[in-house]
C-alpha cells in the first residue's frame, strides 16, 4: 500500500486534483491518498502557508500530489505569508531538487500550438530539468540606500555538489531517451555558469553513451520556438530554467496540458500540473484536469516504477483527444467541448486495462 498526500491548494486546484485522484484510483487500489491544506486554503486555516500538520503528512506519504496555489484573495499578506512560499518549502523541505517538465505536443492538438505547423508537425518530446534548490532565487538579497540612489542585489550561488547532483539526474533520464543532454549557461559571462558548464564536462565521461552540448542560454530561448525537435533533455539552474519552461510550455497549445514533477535522490517526488490556480476560471467547471492527470502519469513512473499504469492513462488521454474531446482552452471547430468533470470521466473510461 503506498500513500499519497493530496494537497489541493487554491483556485482549480480542489476541482483538478479530484480528477486525477479518480483516475489513479482506477488504475490501482492501493493508494491511500490524505488530504492537507497548503497555500491561500493554509494560510485561513492555520495562518500560514504551509503548515506542520502538512509537512508531517507529506513526510508520511511515498508522494505528493499538488493542485496549485495562490491567489487574488492572499494577495496583500506580507512576503512571507504569501501562498508560494509554500512551495518554495516544501521543496526545500524534501530536497526535491530537480523539476522534470516534459514539453510534448499532443498530434490532435497541433493546430493549437501558436507554432508554425512544419515546426511542430514532426512532433516535440523535450524533457526540461531545472535545477531547483540553488541560484539566485535563494542567493543572499539586499536593497540599500547610497547616495547614487537605491542599490539591489540578488546573487547567484552554486556548489559544485549541487551542480553535480542535477548533471547525474539529467545524464540518466538522457539514457531511457534519445541519449542527448543539452547544459543551458551563460559561461560567456557569469562565473557560476562557467563553474556549471566545467562541472556537467567533469562528469560526462561517466555516461559514455550520453551526447553532451553546451548552449548559451539567450541562444536556447531562440531554438526553442525555432526548432524545437533538435532538443532531448535540457539541464539548466533555476532562474533559465523558470523562463525556459514557460517559454517552451506554449509550444503545446495550453498551459492546461502540461504536467511537472519535483524529485531529489530517492523516489519520493512532488507532482504537480505547470500552471497556477487559474482563479478566473476557478469553480466554473472549464479547467483542463489533464495537466493534473498527466502529473498523476509522472508520479507512477517516476515514484513508483509503474510504468504500465503511466502508460495506460495517457494512452488515455491521446484516445479521449483523438476522439474529439476538448475542454474550453483547447477547443477547436468541429471537436466537443466538455467540463473539467467529464473529460476526467472519459481519461478514466478510456483507460485500457493491459
Ligand atoms: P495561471 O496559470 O493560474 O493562469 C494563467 C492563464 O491560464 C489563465 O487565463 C488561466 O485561466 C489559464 N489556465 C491555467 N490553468 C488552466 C487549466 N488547467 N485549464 C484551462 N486554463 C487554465 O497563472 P496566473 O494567472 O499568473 O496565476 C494565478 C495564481 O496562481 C497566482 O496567485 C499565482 O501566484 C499562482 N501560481 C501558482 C503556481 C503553483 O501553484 N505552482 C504556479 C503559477 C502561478
Known sequence: MSRIAVLSGDGVGPEICSRAVEVLSSVCRDFVFTEGLIGGAAIDAYGCPLPEETIRLCRESDGILLGAVGGP???????????????????????????????????PLISSSPLRKEIVAEGIDILIIRELNGGIYYGPRERKEDPSGCVATDTEIYTTGEIERIAHTAFRMARKRKGKVTSVDKANVLESSRLWRETLESIAGEYPDVILEHMYVDNCAMQIIQDPSRFDVIVTNNMFGDILSDEA?????????????????????????????APDIAGKDTA??????????????????????????????????????????????????????????LIRRNIVAD
Open 73 to 107: 484573495r492572499w494577495d496583500r499578506e506580507p512576503s512571507h505569508r504569501r501562498p508560494e512560499k509554500a512551495l518554495l518549502g516544501l521543496r526545500k523541505e524534501f530536497e526535491l531538487f530537480a523539476n522534470l517538465r516534459p514539453i510534448v505536443t499532443h498530434a
Open 249 to 277: 510550455s506554449v509550444i503545446t497549445g495550453s498551459i492546461g496540458m502540461l504536467p511537472s514533477a519535483s524529485i531529489g535522490t530517492g523516489t519520493f517526488g512532488l507532482y504537480e500540473p505547470v500552471h497556477g490556480s
Open 288 to 345: 483542463n484536469p489533464i495537466a493534473a492527470i498527466l502529473s498523476a502519469a509522472m508520479m507512477l513512473r517516476v515514484s513508483f516504477g509503474m510504468m504500465k499504469e503511466a502508460r495506460a492513462i495517457e494512452e488515455a488521454v491521446r484516445l479521449v483527444l483523438e476522439k474529439g474531446y476538448r475542454t474550453r482552452d483547447i477547443m477547436s471547430d468541429g471537436c466537443i467541448q466538455v467540463g473539467t468533470e467529464e473529460m476526467g470521466d
